[in-house]
């Protein structure tokens, strides 16, 4: 890992901290953060996009099911309230934002807790056949886009566009370069900023080099 590199985020919604290290992550994390007991909807839509609805009661998630999906039927009610269903502090599954999915625990107590904390570690630190990824491609529980702005690579390796919570990200990647190029955009469309940055350099344009870009 390069020196001051920070590649652990937390995993929550509205919390924008990062890591160098995987003990101040998880350590972040299970001091300021508690996961409650919660179902995650998983139905599809009629528009193809999956109902992300979190509802951290029972009864709520089964009112969800019969309200919004029309679903009653005993037997799939049952199903998506086992299927569905997050423990507290992630007992038997907890969702991996990277994977986009519930994944299920093969350990119990502390220990699902740590089996937690490594499965995502592996996709920070691209281990066990995992493509590295970074916090801001993490879609979190109680919601459907990405944590930060994104680019999927698509085929030809020509970049692509996708937006995410902080506007939009061109990324493109070139092993035998090394680099990154960044082009950010408001929520409007508007370019806000043009940047390059040179891993193991740590390029970071100045306040009047940004006023520049902006002006320009």
Not at 71 to 91: A, H, S, W
Not at 128 to 141: D, G, K, L, R
Not at 173 to 202: C, F, H, P, T, V
Request: hydrophobic share 30%.
């Amino acid at each position: 890992m390069k020196r001051h590199a920070r590649p652990y985020g937390s995993t929550f919604l509205g919390c924008d901290k990062d890591f160098g290290s995987k003990n101040d992550w998880k350590r972040h994390e299970n001091s300021q953060h508690f996961h409650l007991e919660s179902w995650r909807c998983d139905t599809a839509r009629l528009q193809a996009a999956t109902c992300v609805k979190v509802c951290y009661r029972r009864k709520t998630f089964e009112q969800h099911l019969e309200q919004e999906h029309q679903i009653r039927d005993p037997e799939i009610v049952k199903k998506k309230l086992e299927g569905c269903r997050i423990g507290r502090n992630c007992q038997a599954r907890f969702w991996c934002g990277f994977c986009v999915k519930l994944v299920d625990l093969k350990s119990k107590g502390l220990n699902a807790w740590t089996e937690r904390f490594d499965h995502i570690d592996d996709h920070f630190m691209g281990r066990n056949c995992m493509p590295q990824q970074s916090i801001q491609e993490w879609i979190p529980v109680d919601d459907d886009k990405p944590k930060g702005p994104v680019a999927v690579l698509k085929e030809g390796n020509a970049p692509h566009l996708e937006e995410g919570k902080g506007g939009y990200e061109i990324r493109e990647s070139d092993a035998s370069l090394d680099y990154e190029w960044k082009g950010m955009m408001d929520q409007r469309g508007s370019d806000l900023d043009a940047l390059i940055e040179r891993k193991g350099e740590g390029f970071s344009p100045s306040l009047d080099d940004q006023d520049r870009l902006r002006s320009s």
